[in-house]
């Protein structure tokens, strides 16, 4: 036995020689200009295109078969100059024994200063066609068969490789538009099957439209077990910072860290956990900056088509959501559920500001069928969630408790119940939207009761013009398009109701005594406090395109009642109605004595002008000339129903016409 092992080692040992020797020969004897005219000669065959080999060509055969190519470059397509493609050196060897038993052995890999340039000219014919054309695969060419030896995996193992220096560029001559990829260096260390393999690749993007430049860097640790059906990324982080010309911002950088684990059996993906940062800058932005963080555990299920984000956070400026989320793909449909929450939303570090140049023309509405296309999508989209923020700022306003259920389907997104505390008050109500054309159609019910209108309108609107309690109605609907377009599509109804208020910017009483003084040439008596107090205000309203009209306007007070009817154009911001004040007493404190003959008389009050700065004008003449005739009728009504008693004593008779006739006579002085 151990003869036949000692004979069977010296076989082998001379066959071992032989090889070698035979390889030395072939390596000392081989003409490698030779082989480098072969490749040229083959790739010009196979693609039409010059391939020069400018370096040094280096082969080894064993234990190494391995390939050293110098400089080389490929030529363009016929029309085009310059090269196609280029590099500075590849490098690769395998182990010659291994591959006998189907086992990849390689040492490191290298591919350095590799360039290429795509272009498509203005013609729109490009230099990649005639390549991808040949590359195309005979009819017929058989398949491979399930258990043939061709789809039987090979063990691989690999040093590593490095790919240094490469680039890429695209110039679109139709478009006037390039890109390029610049500066890619990718490492891998080790590489074997089942096995943590680190990896770093860093590159540089840049596009002339958009204006456009970033730089990338991604590294991490994968792992992977094709008999398990395993691929394990774990560390991954990704890097990555911009700079931008004529875009919303100037700069912004991304960067994300997680762990990847992909279940090819079960077609599971679990990323956990998933922390992301963005940072947005620029002059337009909300205090010229804007971040955001998002930090979830992500699960996948490939085969039914659901995902889960829990716990799910996202930090905003100004605002901290909490809670989950999940998606479904059903049949055709998207379904989205939720559930988020925040302790509060600072709209004034969220929302970009408005900006400060002249409004431009309205764009024109989108059609019909471009409409459709634009949001199709969202009637494959069902939606069902909770939405809770704490506190919501704008400037000065301010809404707390604000809760809401939210459900979307087939395109129509309906909130309901909703509910808030606005300025003391409690709001209730509900909102729809149709959201299957290009602008969408809202309906809005709203019961809001016991809140500080005087407070609300100072800080949403910046207008002092009321105070009070107020209860509030509304059903309303309109299409929100453009702010334009809500004011002429505004529709529906509302009605009020404001306790122990005051209208401000205007003293309905010292309105009367000033124009009373001056329809009498007398001095202006001094301005009073322009307030106007009452104890009830209300009124219902009826909107029509825009158009907001009431006629059973009602206020009370210790020296007012004030009815009202008219309308307000929204679209045109302009108001027109008329205002009629009765006094009912003579007060000091709005009015004074020398009003008491005006007690009881209906005087008009015409308010018209712009919604932003009305006008008020009270026509005391002509009352006071109605005033006369009524009296004047009235004495020969009298003298007519008892001419004795008018012949009597026709003094009495004309006493108060002749105060009216010698108060008017006062007046036209």
Request: aromatic share 6%.
């Amino acid at each position: 036995m151990k003869r036949f092992l000692k004979i069977f080692g010296l076989i082998i040992l001379t066959l071992v020689v032989i090889i070698a020797g035979g390889i030395t020969y072939l390596v000392a004897t081989v003409d490698l200009d030779q082989v480098k005219q072969k490749i040229s000669q083959q790739v010009k065959k196979e693609t039409g295109r010059d391939l020069q080999i400018k370096g040094d060509l280096d082969l080894s055969f064993f234990p190494w078969l391995g390939v050293k190519i110098g400089e080389t470059h490929l030529g363009n397509a016929a029309g085009f100059s310059g090269d196609f493609a280029a590099f500075s050196r590849a490098e690769v060897r395998l182990k010659l024994i291994p591959l006998f038993s189907r086992q990849v052995e390689m040492s490191t890999l290298i591919f350095d200063g590799f360039n290429l340039n795509l272009t498509r000219r203005k013609d729109g014919i490009n230099n990649w066609a005639d390549l991808t054309a040949r590359s195309q695969p005979a009819t017929g060419t058989r398949a491979p068969q399930a258990g043939h030896p061709e789809t039987k995996a090979l063990a691989l193992f690999l040093e590593g490789a490095e790919i240094r220096n490469a680039n890429v560029r695209f110039e679109d001559q139709q478009a006037r538009t390039s890109y390029a990829l610049n500066d890619l260096n990718l490492t891998v260390g080790q590489v074997g099957l089942r096995r943590d393999v680190p990896f770093e690749l860093s590159f540089k993007l840049k596009f002339s439209e958009p204006q456009l430049s970033g730089d990338y860097q991604l590294k991490g640790i994968t792992n992977l077990d094709p008999e398990a059906g395993l691929v394990k990324i774990r560390d991954l982080k990704f890097d990555s910072s911009h700079q931008a010309g004529g875009l919303p911002f100037t700069s912004a950088t991304l960067s994300f860290t997680t762990n990847l684990v992909f279940d090819q059996n079960r077609q599971q993906l679990e990323v956990k956990p998933f922390s992301l940062r963005a940072t947005v800058k620029g002059p337009e932005l909300p205090n010229q900056a804007m971040e955001l963080t998002l930090e979830t555990a992500l699960s996948f299920d490939a085969k039914t088509m659901a995902a889960s984000f829990k716990p799910l956070k996202i930090s905003l400026p100004g605002a901290n959501f909490q809670g989950d989320l999940a998606f479904a793909q059903i049949g055709a449909k998207q379904q989205i559920d939720f559930t988020l929450a925040t302790d509060q939303v600072d709209l004034d570090r969220l929302v970009v500001p408005a900006p400060s140049a002249a409004p431009t023309a309205s764009p024109a509405p989108a059609e019909p069928a471009a409409a459709a296309t634009a949001n199709s999508g969202l009637r494959k989209l069902v939606v069902n969630g909770d939405l809770k923020i704490g506190k919501l700022t704008r400037q000065t306003l301010l809404v707390s408790d604000i809760a809401m259920h939210l459900k979307m389907r087939d395109g129509v997104l309906d909130v309901s119940p909703l509910t808030a505390r606005l300025y003391q008050g409690l709001a209730s109500s509900s909102l729809s939207a149709d959201l299957r054309e290009a602008a969408p159609k809202l309906k809005v019910n709203l019961n809001l009761k016991g809140f500080k209108i005087g407070d609300y309108l100072k800080a949403a609107l910046q207008k002092d013009i009321i105070e009070g309690t107020a209860d509030v109605t509304a059903d309303l609907q309109l299409t929100a398009a453009d702010t334009d377009a809500i004011k002429r599509s505004l529709n529906g109804t509302a009605a009020f109701k404001i306790n122990e208020g005051a209208l401000k910017g205007i003293n309905i009483p010292d309105l009367i005594r000033r124009a009373r003084a001056a329809l009498a040439g007398q001095p202006l008596p001094p301005a009073s406090n322009q307030s106007t107090d009452f104890t009830e205000l209300s009124g219902t309203v009826k909107i029509v395109d825009g158009i907001a009209s009431n006629d059973d306007l009602l206020m009370k007070s210790p020296l007012l009642r004030i009815g009202g009817k008219g309308s307000v154009n929204l679209p045109q911001e302009r108001v027109n109605y008329l205002v009629t004040a009765q006094l009912v007493n003579t007060l000091a404190g709005q009015g004074g004595a020398e009003l008491k003959d005006l007690v009881g008389v209906p005087l008009p009050i015409r308010v018209k002008g712009s919604l932003s700065k009305p006008e008020w004008e009270l026509d005391l003449k002509t009352v006071l000339e109605s005033k006369a005739r009524a009296q004047l009728k009235g004495v020969f009504d009298e003298a007519l129903k008892d001419p004795q008693k008018a012949l009597k004593d026709p003094k009495s008779l004309l006493e108060e016409p002749k105060k009216t006739i010698e108060g008017l006579k006062k007046l036209f002085k």
